[in-house]
C-alpha cells in the first residue's frame, strides 16, 4: 500500500467516526429534552395552581378585611384588621387598636365608627366593633395543626396603598427573639410585610384565618404573627367575663438534671399567698402536665400559663419519685397581666352572652 | 575713617559747635518729629504693625515665662478641634441658601446645566423641569399641612412580653 493511500484511508475513518459522534449528542438531546418536558411542564402548572389558589382566597376574603383608622397622642394611624363574626367585631394588633381613640374602619369605600372593646397587651391582640349585623367575616382556622413550611398568605393594607396580598410559609414558632420571652408561642412566617398591616390575618389556603399578625421581623422581610387559638382563648374570655383572664397558680419552674417520664420541669419554688401555696405541690416535683397541655421543658410552661383563665380549676399532673399526682387549683390572676384591661367602651350587660359577673 | 585721628576729629567737634539750625527750627520741633514717626509707622504693612502690638501686649504679659510645650501643644490641639469641626459641621448648603436668596418666597428647581454636573438620584424627568420655580413656598406649606399621612403601624417586635423566669 503507498503512503498516500493509506492517509486518505484514515481521514475517511476519522470524519466517519466525527459524524457517527455528533449524531450520538443530537440523539442524546433530543431525548434528554423529552423526558425533562413533563417535568418542566409540571412546574409550570404546580405555579400557577399555587398562584390561583392563592389569588382565590384573596378574592374570598378581601371583603371582611379592613383598614382601621385612628388617632393617639402622636397623630392619626393606620392599620389593618378583619372581621370574625358577622356582629361586626374586628380582630386587630394592640398597636393598632390600644392606646387610640377615633376609630374608624373603611368598608366598601365608606368610613364606618368603631369601639374599641378589648385590648391585651399580653398576647398583643385588641378587638374593635362596629355596629353593624351584616359584616362579612373571616372563617376561623386552628394554628396547633400548622407545620414549619405551611403555605400561608395575609391581606392588609400597607402604607396608603389599597388591599395587598403577601404570600409565605411558616418559618418557626418561636418563644422568644432576642433574649426576649413572647407569653406564648409564636408562628414566625417568611412573608415580605410593609408598615400598615399591623394586624392583617394570617390565611391557610382553606381561607382560614390561623393567625393575627402583629410586627415585622428583619425589616420586613418577614413577620409574626399570634397564633388565631391565643387569640380565640383572649375572645373566649372577653365573652365570658367582659375582659382578657390570664391565670397562673404560682409555681416556679427549672430544668431538673434529668428528664423523668419525657419531662425537664422541675418545681423549683412554690410562692406563698398563690393559689399554688395549699395546693400540695412541692418542689422537687417534676411538671408533666397543665390542664391539656403536656409538659417536656421548662419553656412549655409559657404556653401552659397563656392558656389557663383566672378562676377556672387546672389540672396540674406532676411526678414525684416515680408517683404520677394530679393536684386541681384554682388559677389566680397572672401577675404580668394589665389589671383592669383597656376596656374604652364597656359592652351593656346584654352583649355578654353568659351574662357572668366580670369582678373577679 | 581710618584717615581720621583723635585730633581731626576734635578739630570737626569744635568747628560743628558753631553751626547754629536756622531760625524757627526748634519751633515746631516736636509736632513735626511725631508727623514723621506716624508717616514712618504707616509706611509698614499692617500684618507687621499689629504683629508688633501683639509682641509688645505679649511682653507686657511676660509671656516667655509661659510659653511651654504643654501650653503649645495644647493650643494646637484645640486649633485642630476647632478647625475639624469646621470642616466636618458644615453642610454644603451655599448653593440652596444662594437659590434661596436670589428667589424670595419660591423653590427653585437647577438649571439643566448645573444638574449635568450633579450625580442625582432623582429621575432625569424631576431634574429637567426648569429653571424656573415650580412652587411657591406657600403653597408647599399648605400641602404639608393639608396631607400630613398617618403613622402606618408595623412593630419590629411582637409587643408580647414575659419575664424571662419560666412560672405559671
Known sequence: ??????????????????????????????????AIAPVLRAQAESASEISREVKEVFTRSAKAVVKIRATDEHGKLSGTGFFIDPAGTIY?????????????????GKEVPARQVLADRRSGLAMLKVDDTTTPCLPIGRSDGLEVATPVLTVGFPLDLPQTPSFGMIAGFDRKLLGRYFSTTHLRVNLPTQRGEAGAPLLNFKGE???????????????????????????????????????WVGINVAEAAAPLEGSRAEFTDIMPGTPAADSGAKRGDILLQVGNTPVREPEDVLD?????????????????????????????????AQRPPIIASPLSPQAMPLGLDRTP | MENFDDKDIATLLRLKRHEQPPPGYFDNFLHEFHRRQRAELLRQPVWRI??????????????????????AAAAILVCAAVLSLKVYQAPDAQTVATAVVQQPGAIAVSSPANAAWNLSSSPISARDIGSMPVRTSSDNM??????????????????SYEPASFRF
Do not use: W
Open chain 1, 209 to 247: 384565618v390561623v393567625g393575627v399578625l402583629v410586627s415585622s421581623v428583619d425589616n420586613g422581610s418577614a413577620c409574626y404573627a399570634l397564633p388565631i387559638n391565643a387569640a380565640e382563648k383572649i375572645h373566649s374570655d372577653f365573652v365570658r367575663f367582659g375582659e382578657a383572664r390570664h391565670g
Open chain 2, 142 to 159: 399648605q400641602t404639608h399641612r393639608l396631607a400630613t399621612p398617618p403613622r402606618y403601624v408595623l412593630d419590629s417586635t411582637p409587643v
Open chain 1, 92 to 108: 386587630t394588633a394592640f398597636s393598632v387598636g390600644a392606646d387610640a381613640d377615633n376609630f374608624t374602619v373603611e368598608m366598601d
Open chain 1, 1 to 34: 500500500m503507498s503512503p498516500r493511500r493509506s492517509d486518505s484511508s484514515l481521514r475517511c475513518r476519522a470524519s466517519r467516526s466525527f459524524f457517527a459522534s455528533v449524531a450520538v449528542l443530537r440523539v442524546g438531546v433530543a431525548v434528554a429534552c423529552v
Open chain 1, 304 to 336: 401552659a400559663s397563656f392558656f389557663i383563665t383566672a378562676g377556672d380549676r387546672v389540672p396540674i399532673t406532676v411526678l414525684r419519685g416515680s408517683q404520677k399526682l394530679i393536684f386541681e387549683v384554682e388559677a389566680g390572676f397572672h401577675p404580668a
Open chain 2, 50 to 71: 499689629a504683629l508688633q502690638r501683639a509682641q509688645d501686649y505679649m511682653f507686657q504679659l511676660n509671656v516667655p515665662a509661659l510659653t511651654s510645650y504643654p501650653v
